[in-house]
């Protein structure tokens, strides 16, 4: 099964009102990361937070990260039209592989 | 080069031809992943190698797929006698080794189309 289920499964919402995409997961993590995925081709890495981060900041990204409810969630302020993508969280317990959600797929109206 | 690349970007084949796909990494990058990406859903890891180690093939789904990486560069994944619910996207992804995780760089992937 999915180590990491984001929720919800689609979006929609004006341009400059946030998003904000969850993230549940179910064992011992040692990171976990956003990645984003546009017209379902390669992912663009956005944020890694560390089970010892409990807030992250990128840009108009914030991420956090409650690993005593194993979750997390991702917020996009100010979101533009070109934030429309699929998002994925993937959490890392070892190098040898990360383990993806099935993705929020957000939809940024103009 | 300057990101991971892969090829061909698509491919349309028979049901039970041999397909192999190819993925070059970034320069320097000693681990590589392979995942398969089917329409609307996550990533479904395949294989993972890093550096001279024995791969982790523990993803593949059946012995039709198998997977090669020479000279710890560019990687092959070969799927034999294709089946119709081999069709996805096939992602390639390097990263520097660390015993944590570190972010995966994904190529633009591999449209398979069995028919």
Redesign the interface.
Known sequence: S?QGEEDPQALSIQEGENATMNCSYKTSI??L?W?RQNS??????LI?I?SNEREKHSGRLRVTLDTSKKSSSLLITASRAADTASY?C?T????????????TQLTVLP | GAG?SQSPSNKVTEKGKDVELRCDPISGHT?L?W?R?S?G???E?LI?F?GNSAP?KS?LPSDRFSAERTGGSVSTLTIQRTQQEDSA?Y?C?SSL?????????????TRLTVL
Do not use: C, I
């Not at chain 1, 070892?94 to 993705?103: E, H, N, V």
């Open positions: 999915q040692n990171n990361q990645y379902g081709r390669g992912l663009v890495h890694l560390r994925f993937a890392g317990k070892s190098a040898r592989q990360l383990t993806f959600g099935s993705g | 991971v681990a992943y995942y990406q329409l859903q996550g990533l890891f993972y890093q982790d993803g996207v992602l992804a080794p660390g015993l944590a995780g570190n972010e995966q760089f994904f190529g633009p992937g």
